[in-house]
């Protein structure tokens, strides 16, 4: 197998090669020119991943954090897309400790695509291995990081009626007065989701809590009011 060096080298060139110069105009400019683009559709970069995982194979263990670090790093998004992608194909196979390699690449070159989608992630590892959350959402909602206060506001948008009510509510409350543009709409789709669950607590909760930003508010209950 290539080395990571030469593994994100591969990447990078492969991604390149296909990539539509025009079109990244436009993404960057989408991303508030915060990063580079190859111009690549999800679609296709997802498509050329999938032959170079069938070509190289997935590294295990140090290797494959090496290689995700490498990519997450690189100024490229596609590159870091690439990270995610990978690691996503193996987690169901990683240790609870995991958990604190997620958390770094969270707070590697943050936006909020590559943080909701390691959100996903990190509620998927929290099902594996539910006695890390208590010790991790405390932890990250201490951290005064916003993307990782983010994360813990809105892992649980896939557990439905298994969600931790009290942990989001507490969440939520515990940043209610941020400015935070991410916090603020992050709290509204937890809210939001939820609803769809039990529309009664949200409700309730929005109602118990005049001091919630109005986007928030707003948000968590756009789908109710959308139903009526």
């Not at 992630?121 to 539910?130: D, N, S, Y």
């Not at 990081?145 to 931790?164: A, E, G, H, P, S």
Request: proline share 4%; net charge positive.
């Amino acid at each position: 197998m290539l080395t990571p060096s030469q593994y994100l080298q591969h990447v990078k060139s492969t991604f390149q090669a296909a990539g539509d110069p025009e079109r990244a105009q436009g993404q960057m400019a989408y991303m508030r020119n915060q990063f580079e683009y190859y111009g690549l559709k999800a679609p296709e970069w997802m498509a050329l991943a999938k032959e170079i995982f069938a070509d190289q194979g997935i590294p295990e263990g140090e290797p494959l954090k090496s290689l995700a670090r490498l990519c997450m790093n690189d100024e490229y998004r596609e590159v870091n897309y690439f990270a995610l992608e990978m690691v996503q194909k193996v987690q169901k196979k990683q240790p609870e400790a995991f958990i604190e390699f997620l958390e770094e690449l969270i707070s590697t070159r943050s936006w909020w695509d590559t943080v909701d989608w390691l959100s996903k992630l990190v509620g998927i590892h929290f099902r594996r291995f539910p006695h890390l959350i208590a010790p991790a959402t405390g932890r990250w909602m201490a951290s005064g990081n916003m993307w990782l206060q983010r994360v813990c506001i809105i892992f649980q948008l896939q557990y439905k009626d298994k969600t931790d009510t009290e942990l989001m509510f507490r969440c939520i409350l515990e940043l209610q007065d941020s400015k935070e543009f991410f916090i603020q709409k992050a709290a509204g789709w937890a809210l939001r989701q939820y609803s769809k669950t039990n529309a009664e607590a949200v409700v309730t909760f929005i109602g118990r809590h005049p001091g919630l930003a109005p986007l928030t508010k707003r948000e968590g209950m756009k789908w109710l009011k959308n139903r009526e």
